[in-house]
């Protein structure tokens, strides 16, 4: 079964941020390749949504997944992925999550 995935605004303003981040550190060219990563995890998870273990210690509980240097946080409920957030891996994930 393949779910279906969703990403909430919050992770498209994140994969904005990458987008512009990346361009301007290296280049649009460095950028697509990123993203065109990203976009294949994304749809790994929708083959196989419980490849990342779940996080009980946040509220609703989450599934974290690195992808190099970020963390996708999602939820796999129903036939549906949730990606609610693509955020780097130093930054205060915890706290941002929080919110």
């Known amino acids: 079964m393949t779910y279906g995935v969703v990403l909430r605004p919050s992770?498209?303003?994140?994969?904005?941020?990458i987008w512009d981040y990346t361009v301007g550190a290296w280049s649009e060219k460095q950028a697509e390749v990123y993203l065109t990563g990203l976009?294949?995890?994304f749809?790994?998870?929708?083959?196989?949504?419980e490849m990342a273990r779940l996080r009980m210690e946040?509220?609703?509980?989450?599934?974290?997944?690195?992808?190099?240097?970020?963390?996708?946080?999602y939820l796999a409920e129903g036939d549906l992925i949730d990606v609610?957030?693509?955020l780097h891996s130093r930054a205060n994930w915890t706290t941002l999550l929080a919110e």
């Open 43 to 49: 749809d790994r998870l929708a083959q196989f949504p």
């Open 84 to 86: 609610i957030r693509v």
């Open 11 to 17: 992770a498209e303003a994140d994969l904005g941020d």
């Open 39 to 41: 976009g294949q995890i």
């Open 58 to 73: 946040f509220t609703p509980p989450v599934r974290i997944l690195p992808y190099q240097s970020h963390l996708i946080v």
